[in-house]
């Protein structure tokens, strides 16, 4: 186990310390041991053993005490190695354009993982995958998603649903078939539903000869970097903590927009209609 210092501020004013996070929150320290608090504070700064902090001028249960101090007020935060032989490889779907899929391989990266990325075109390319990316335009290959999706709630494999535009981007709803969430077809049948001109939609999304003559380019919209550190940072919440903390994302799509500096959450609900759900007296994602 490793002890590191928390990303926040520490200021040292006389015989006090002044701790203060980004959100504005501020910690006083005001003891008659600061400078041993500070011989503490700078040793993890500079990543030094146990050892070294047994010295004359601090004792092993001062230290301890200190330590204890410090977790309490999450002014350090306690680092978990890996196990040792722990892979911490994944492997990746990702329904996506050809330059996004290119754009995810050279930048989307989480630290401690290691991700290879596949393409994942039909339903037997999901072999083999931990995990799928849906990054894509829901009209544009909707019975084709509509599959893919079903079939990685039937093999218990876990999805992120996110979509570029020039002037916004859509992130979630997260599906994770363990905890019988809604998937992501649920959420596309609601989406179309709500759609102003259902009527021509419907009439493409019915049209099977369809021939792309030209595919705008999601990787050149402004904000289309924003989006990939935000789609990191969910996959390493979801693999750091187990899904824990993506809840949030779980039966939820979030809209951000860029234009307007907003932001809209929306809840998705199961679709009763569906094969996929069991019928239960009780599920918190129940429509």
């Not at 050809?98 to 991700?115: A, M, N, P, S, T």
């Not at 535009?165 to 992130?171: D, E, G, T, V, Y």
């Not at 009527?199 to 019915?206: H, Q």
Request: aromatic share 12%; with cysteine.
């Amino acid at each position: 186990m490793k002890l590191t210092l928390e990303n926040i501020d520490i200021w040292q004013c006389q015989q006090e310390l002044y701790c203060k996070r980004s959100d504005g929150h501020l910690i006083k320290i005001q003891s008659p041991h600061t400078d041993k608090i500070l011989k503490v504070l700078r040793g993890l700064q500079e990543e030094r053993v146990w050892q070294d902090f047994e010295d004359e001028d601090l004792s092993r249960e001062e230290r301890n005490e200190i330590i204890r101090f410090l977790l309490q007020n999450q002014i350090i935060r306690r680092e978990h190695k890996n196990p040792k032989g722990h892979i911490r490889h994944k492997q990746i779907g990702v329904f996506a354009a050809e330059d996004i899929f290119e754009q995810v391989k050279k930048r989307l990266c989480v630290k401690d993982f290691h991700f290879n990325f596949k393409a994942v075109n039909s339903c037997k390319d999901l072999d083999g995958i931990h995990f799928l990316l849906v990054l894509a335009p829901i009209f544009d290959h909707y019975k084709r998603m509509e599959e893919i999706s079903n079939a990685c709630y039937r093999r218990q494999i876990p999805l992120l649903y996110a979509e570029f535009s020039p002037s916004c981007f859509s992130l979630g709803p997260l599906v994770e078939p363990s905890m019988e969430t809604p998937s992501l077809a649920c959420y596309m049948k609601r989406k179309k539903m709500n759609l102003n001109n259902l009527s021509l939609y419907s009439t493409f999304i019915r049209c099977e000869d369809k021939t792309l003559v030209q595919q705008a380019l999601a990787s050149e919209y402004p904000y289309f970097g924003i989006g990939l550190d935000l789609i990191a940072c969910e996959l390493g919440y979801y693999w750091l903590y187990q899904a824990q903390l993506s809840t949030r994302l779980m039966g939820k799509s979030i809209v951000f927009d860029f234009i307007q500096y907003r932001c809209e959450q929306s809840r998705v609900l199961k679709d009763p209609s569906s094969k996929l759900f069991q019928k239960t007296p009780y599920s918190p994602f129940n429509a």
